[in-house]
Protein backbone atom coordinates (compact mmCIF):
# COMPACT_ATOMS: atom_id res chain seq x y z
CA UNK A 1 0.00 0.00 0.00
CA UNK A 2 1.31 3.68 -0.53
CA UNK A 3 -0.16 6.86 0.72
CA UNK A 4 0.40 9.86 -1.40
CA UNK A 5 0.71 13.31 -0.50
CA UNK A 6 0.43 16.47 -3.00
CA UNK A 7 2.54 20.19 -2.72
CA UNK A 8 3.45 22.95 -4.82
CA UNK A 9 -0.02 24.49 -5.73
CA UNK A 10 -0.67 27.76 -5.40
CA UNK A 11 -1.44 31.28 -7.43
CA UNK A 12 0.13 32.29 -10.65
CA UNK A 13 -0.28 34.43 -13.37
CA UNK A 14 -0.81 33.23 -16.65
CA UNK A 15 2.71 32.32 -18.63
CA UNK A 16 4.20 31.23 -14.96
CA UNK A 17 5.74 28.09 -14.22
CA UNK A 18 4.55 26.04 -11.19
CA UNK A 19 6.31 22.44 -10.14
CA UNK A 20 4.08 19.62 -7.80
CA UNK A 21 5.25 17.04 -5.80
CA UNK A 22 3.90 14.47 -4.69
CA UNK A 23 5.51 12.34 -2.00
CA UNK A 24 5.05 8.73 -1.37
CA UNK A 25 4.78 6.42 1.40
CA UNK A 26 6.51 2.43 1.62
CA UNK A 27 9.10 1.10 0.62
CA UNK A 28 7.62 -0.09 -2.97
CA UNK A 29 7.25 3.27 -4.72
CA UNK A 30 9.11 2.00 -8.08
CA UNK A 31 6.82 -0.50 -8.71
CA UNK A 32 4.17 2.04 -8.95
CA UNK A 33 3.22 3.58 -12.41
CA UNK A 34 1.78 6.88 -11.40
CA UNK A 35 0.31 10.19 -12.62
CA UNK A 36 -1.15 12.92 -12.91
CA UNK A 37 -4.92 14.04 -12.99
CA UNK A 38 -6.74 17.60 -12.57
CA UNK A 39 -10.41 18.66 -11.37
CA UNK A 40 -11.65 21.91 -12.39
CA UNK A 41 -14.75 23.58 -10.69
CA UNK A 42 -17.91 21.74 -12.17
CA UNK A 43 -16.17 19.56 -14.60
CA UNK A 44 -14.89 15.58 -14.26
CA UNK A 45 -11.50 14.88 -13.52
CA UNK A 46 -9.14 14.80 -16.25
CA UNK A 47 -6.25 12.43 -16.86
CA UNK A 48 -3.04 15.52 -17.40
CA UNK A 49 0.01 12.88 -17.22
CA UNK A 50 1.64 9.32 -16.70
CA UNK A 51 4.91 7.90 -16.23
CA UNK A 52 6.03 3.97 -15.84
CA UNK A 53 7.24 2.83 -13.16
CA UNK A 54 11.45 3.13 -14.46
CA UNK A 55 10.61 6.33 -15.37
CA UNK A 56 11.50 5.82 -18.61
CA UNK A 57 7.61 5.82 -20.83
CA UNK A 58 5.17 8.74 -20.34
CA UNK A 59 2.10 10.01 -22.06
CA UNK A 60 0.65 12.95 -21.75
CA UNK A 61 -2.91 14.77 -22.28
CA UNK A 62 -2.72 17.23 -25.68
CA UNK A 63 -4.12 20.31 -23.84
CA UNK A 64 -0.71 19.93 -21.68
CA UNK A 65 2.12 18.51 -24.00
CA UNK A 66 4.98 20.29 -24.62
CA UNK A 67 3.98 22.89 -21.45
CA UNK A 68 4.44 20.33 -18.71
CA UNK A 69 6.65 17.32 -17.85
CA UNK A 70 5.88 14.37 -15.33
CA UNK A 71 9.25 12.67 -14.03
CA UNK A 72 9.94 10.48 -11.13
CA UNK A 73 12.71 10.31 -7.87
CA UNK A 74 12.28 6.57 -6.83
CA UNK A 75 15.26 6.93 -4.59
CA UNK A 76 13.50 9.65 -2.88
CA UNK A 77 9.54 8.71 -3.79
CA UNK A 78 8.72 11.65 -4.88
CA UNK A 79 6.48 12.08 -8.46
CA UNK A 80 6.58 15.62 -9.45
CA UNK A 81 5.32 17.73 -12.12
CA UNK A 82 7.09 20.78 -13.94
CA UNK A 83 4.60 22.91 -15.24
CA UNK A 84 5.40 26.02 -17.98
CA UNK A 85 3.42 28.44 -19.53
CA UNK A 86 0.77 27.91 -17.48
CA UNK A 87 -2.69 28.98 -18.94
CA UNK A 88 -6.26 30.10 -16.77
CA UNK A 89 -7.98 26.89 -18.39
CA UNK A 90 -4.94 24.96 -15.85
CA UNK A 91 -6.84 25.97 -13.23
CA UNK A 92 -7.90 23.15 -11.10
CA UNK A 93 -6.91 20.68 -8.40
CA UNK A 94 -4.58 18.73 -9.04
CA UNK A 95 -4.06 14.66 -7.92
CA UNK A 96 -1.23 12.15 -7.81
CA UNK A 97 -2.03 8.76 -8.63
CA UNK A 98 -0.92 5.05 -8.01
CA UNK A 99 -1.10 2.03 -9.28
CA UNK A 100 0.86 -1.48 -9.83
CA UNK A 101 1.58 -2.85 -12.93
CA UNK A 102 4.06 -2.30 -16.04
CA UNK A 103 3.25 1.02 -18.31
CA UNK A 104 0.93 4.37 -18.44
CA UNK A 105 -2.29 4.76 -17.43
CA UNK A 106 -4.67 7.65 -18.51
CA UNK A 107 -7.55 6.38 -16.80
CA UNK A 108 -8.60 7.16 -13.52
CA UNK A 109 -10.39 3.80 -13.02
CA UNK A 110 -6.79 2.21 -13.42
CA UNK A 111 -5.62 3.78 -10.29
CA UNK A 112 -5.71 2.50 -6.96
CA UNK A 113 -4.00 5.14 -4.56
CA UNK A 114 -4.37 8.59 -4.50
CA UNK A 115 -3.42 11.56 -2.75
CA UNK A 116 -5.68 14.60 -1.38
CA UNK A 117 -4.67 17.23 -3.99
CA UNK A 118 -3.23 19.98 -4.24
CA UNK A 119 -5.03 23.04 -5.60
CA UNK A 120 -3.46 25.46 -8.78
CA UNK A 121 -5.22 28.99 -9.80
CA UNK A 122 -3.49 30.56 -12.70
CA UNK A 123 -5.28 34.05 -13.46
CA UNK A 124 -5.16 35.76 -16.63
Known amino acids: QVQLVESGGGLVQAGDSLSLACAAS????????MGWFRQAPGKEREFVAA????????TYADSVKGRFTISRDNAKKTLYLQMNSLKPEDTAVYYC?????????????????WGQGTRVTVSS
Open 97 to 113: AARSGVGTYSSDTAYDY
Open 26 to 33: GRTFRIYA
Open 51 to 58: IDSSGLIT
